[in-house]
């Protein structure tokens, strides 16, 4: 039976901040898929989420793997409206210093999931995403913006920038057909599944106006206003959830 409700697939939707977009996409009554590499991690977490979700094992840096997803959730539900594109990780370090060898095997690694794989979900998504009303929504980071906090960041910078390039160009070409694209740049966000010590919160946390880090229910917050009706007139953009460590971009 063809469901009536609003659905969505969040990438990387298992843990973190994706798992907190699923939640609150969820308590709007918006049917979730997430999607996710670890099927263990998928089942725990659609336990938590409850009603409402669904999951797909898929690899987004995989043709097939994302055509599969993409096709389930229509067959399950009817429709497709929203697509979040969370997926991403900052992988082993990218840097001058680093071996070529390794460092090529790093950067691949990293684009794949962190830029192929939002460009791979888009692209299958967009002939049935909802016309007009559809919406995507990618993750970025403050480091497009500013290269990372330290040495090591060159591919993860570079595939967020390209994020960026992304939603400015998907938003150019789905406008006509009444989809917005737009992305959310988190800045420093505890329990992320990134694993930030302590001493390294205690560098980042002066950098910062609002003297602490956010948490992924700020990002999803952000993300659940980009994807209502009330953001209808909102695309190509990218809102930065920082605390005012960075703004004016």
């Known amino acids: 039976m063809t469901s009536m409700k609003r659905t969505a697939i969040v990438t990387g939707g298992s ?12 308590q709007e009554e918006i049917g979730v898929m997430i999607l996710g590499r670890h099927e263990t991690s998928l ?6 989420l409850g009603e ?10 995989r043709r097939e793997d994302v055509q599969r997803a993409v096709e389930e959730v229509v067959h399950q539900n009817g429709r497709l409206d929203i697509v979040i594109n969370n997926a991403g990780f900052m992988g082993e370090a990218v840097s001058t210093g680093v071996p070529l060898e390794d460092s090529e095997r790093f950067w691949d690694d990293i684009i794949g999931v962190n830029l192929k794989g939002a460009f791979l979900m888009t692209a299958a998504a967009a002939p049935y995403l909802a016309s007009p009303g559809g919406r995507i929504v990618n993750i970025s980071s403050i480091g497009a913006f500013t290269g990372g906090s330290g040495p090591g960041s060159l591919a993860y910078a570079a595939s967020k920038s390209g994020l960026h390039g992304l939603t400015y160009a998907a938003a150019r070409e ?12 988190p800045g420093l966000i505890t329990d992320t599944g990134f694993g930030h010590r302590e001493d390294k919160l205690q560098q980042l946390i002066p950098n910062i106006p609002a003297g602490r ?31 005012g460590w960075l703004f004016g971009r």
């Open 15 to 26: 843990s973190g901040i994706g798992f907190s977009i699923a939640q609150r996409l969820i």
């Open 43 to 48: 089942r725990e977490a659609c336990k938590r």
């Open 52 to 61: 409402g979700a669904s999951w797909v094992q898929a690899d987004v840096c």
């Open 174 to 185: 789905l406008s006509v057909r009444g989809i917005t694209v737009n992305a959310v740049a």
């Open 213 to 243: 880090p956010g948490t992924p229910d700020e990002v999803a917050a952000a993300v659940l206003y980009l994807i209502s009706p009330d953001a209808s007139y909102v695309t190509g953009e990218i809102l930065n959830v920082n605390g």
